[in-house]
């Protein structure tokens, strides 16, 4: 018996090592093959990082870390305390999960995962929050996908609003999965570190998390640049397209005007979302297959809340402006991050003045 079990980890193991090497083959011949493509999508990733994700990401990943550096998020877990018990986590959850709806895609499994190791949450709360707290914000949905790509802020609001209400429920629903009995391991002590201390490691760590979307961002474009090359049915072309990177997704959606389709590739986030959280799925120890199913289940919501939104709602304007452009062009940081950015800096100041008046 233990011999078959042998055999059979070293097959799976010889299979995935022979995918691996294909892929690699692949990638390797693809870039061989057409340099100038790969260039070109290389180069419109690093445009749409610089335009778009780094003014609007960059602050709110700076944020997320100086809450739970600092422990100011114990300040909101005074106040929205309550509202945790939908989800059955603890209070300590509230400023991530609030800012998963704000802050954009990773940025909730980010602060999620600076709570456990700072021993705020267990692991079975750390796996439950990375089911429903990867979201877009309303920078990039009512700012990029409603404003830029559909020219109707309108489809902006409808389309965040369903994706809203979509990761409640899909967070009400993870809070019936059975709790794990085995214990999990966290620091027993947790020093509170000075605000401008925590200022400066929170920049830091927003620094590589950023610089870790980014690379996830600039290959997927590359990937994508060579599917949209290749003599493909566009039908399939488009689904590689929509399942892969989310801007690009939702700026396909714009030729069908179905606006719960666009719900549905917002909900599901994109592979390239998929890998950005990918280290903090394997960090809490959550199967891919179990992450994977509920960006489908909240997609589904999602696209389901939206067109009953639609049916519900009249209105005597167009969903869908007069589109002539594919793709969003760059944006300025949003007003929320820049007060954000400047309370911090404030408190910093403060902080560094107060330590050098002790001195």
Same mark, same amino acid.
């Given at each position: ?20 090497a ?10 061989i ?17 610089? %335009?778009?994700?780094i003014? @609007? ?24 305390? /309550? ?7 603890p ?14 895609? /990773? ?15 267990? *692991? ?7 089911l ?6 309303p @920078?990039f949905?009512? %700012? ?20 809203t ?5 899909? %967070? ?36 590589n ?12 474009? !590359? ?24 801007t ?6 714009t ?11 917002? %909900? ?24 994977? !199913?509920? *960006? ?6 999602a ?11 009249p ?12 793709l /969003? ?21 403060l ?6 008046r002790?001195?």
């Amino acid at each position: 018996m233990i011999g078959v079990i042998v055999i059979k980890e070293k097959l799976n193991f010889n299979l995935k090592l022979y995918s691996a090497a294909a892929v690699s083959i692949l990638i390797f011949s693809i870039l061989i093959a057409k340099p100038a493509i790969c260039m070109l999508g290389v180069k419109h990733g690093l445009s749409i990082c610089a %335009g778009q994700i780094i003014p @609007a990401l960059f602050p709110f990943c700076v944020l997320s870390a100086f809450l739970v550096e600092s422990d100011i998020i114990s300040l909101f877990s005074k106040y929205l305390s /309550p509202f945790m018990k939908l989800f059955n986590l603890p209070k300590k959850c509230c400023a991530a999960v609030l800012l998963s709806f704000t802050g954009g895609y /990773p940025v909730g499994a980010v602060t999620a995962n600076s709570l456990y190791e700072q021993g705020d949450i267990t *692991r079975d709360e750390y796996k439950r929050m990375l089911l429903f707290c990867v979201n877009a914000g309303p @920078a990039f949905v009512i %700012g990029t996908v409603g404003s830029a790509i559909f020219k109707s802020t309108r489809a902006g609001i409808i389309l965040f609003s369903s994706l809203t209400v979509s990761a409640i429920i899909t %967070g009400i629903l993870s809070g019936f999965i059975k709790k794990e009995e085995a214990k999990v391991s966290r620091k027993q002590e947790k020093s509170l570190n000075s605000l401008n201390e925590a200022f400066v490691k929170s920049v830091s760590s927003a620094t590589n998390t950023t610089l870790n979307i980014c690379a996830w961002i600039v290959f997927f474009s !590359c990937i994508l640049e060579f599917i949209e090359s290749l003599e493909l049915s566009k039908a399939f072309k488009d689904f590689l397209i929509c399942a892969s990177e989310v801007t690009r997704g939702c700026a396909v959606s714009t030729e069908y005007k179905n606006l719960p389709l666009t719900a549905f590739i917002l %909900g599901f986030a994109g592979l390239s979302v998929h890998m950005q959280v990918f280290k903090y799925i394997n960090l809490s120890g959550l199967k891919y297959i179990h992450f994977f !199913c509920s *960006r489908i289940i909240n997609a589904g919501f999602a696209s389901i809340i939206s067109f009953v939104i639609l049916k519900l709602v009249p209105s005597t304007q167009e969903v869908f402006g007069s589109i002539t452009s594919p793709l /969003p062009k760059t944006f300025s940081v949003s007003f929320l991050s820049a007060v954000c950015m400047l309370i911090m800096g404030l408190s910093f100041i403060l902080e560094l003045d107060r330590n050098l008046r002790k001195c």
